[in-house]
């Protein structure tokens, strides 16, 4: 009877792992909800996201992300947005534009802001910096959210310069340029004109992980 009980858990176990493997593994929007579950940072949190960047390569993950953002407003979006940043594709600056823009008065989204900020630089789209460079140039005025950093990040990241709080024709840099920017910014330069590989996706995400992740 013991040992019958042990072959249906092993059973159990292993037919739940196979699930898990071949089937939800392979799910984005499994992956996306259990992603924003998990603990940043953390191993397993980067595993699934590098999962998800690597499904992007066969499937349209960029276009079912932007039509979740365009249908409604979820939890999930800061998250759907890093994505978004770091897989590339075409991405209509108008539409990150306009859900900042919609957002920037809400204190309960800054993190949301400090994504689309991100993924602004990220997808290196020059559409940006007039956008970016007014944020940064009337911070205060604008109680901006996001910090100069993420700011100064960005432009850079879209730019190649390092520009300081007074925005693009400021030459006094207020952003130290690490070897993981300069890396990201090679990456966003080599891939304008074709997809980003898997390793190459997470170059540039390494930008926003912690030291040592």
Known sequence: MKKKILLIMTALVLGSAAIFRFVLWNNESFLFVLASGLDRPSRTYYAVMERIYYLSKKRDIRGKILKSLEENDNSNAPLLIHILG???GEVPSGIL?????KHQDDPENKALL???VDCMGALGNEDFV?????LLIDYKELNVPVTKYALLRA???ITGEAYGS???GNREADLTIT???EDARKVIVATKRRARTLEEM???DRVYRPPGW
């Open 179 to 181: 070897q993981e920017l």
């Open 86 to 88: 770091i897989i590339d």
């Open 155 to 157: 432009l850079y990241l």
């Open 130 to 134: 007039p956008f970016l460079n007014r």
């Open 114 to 116: 400090g994504e689309i």
């Open 202 to 204: 997470i170059v540039i």
């Open 97 to 101: 534009i306009a859900m900042y823009v």
């Open 166 to 168: 007074g925005g693009v």
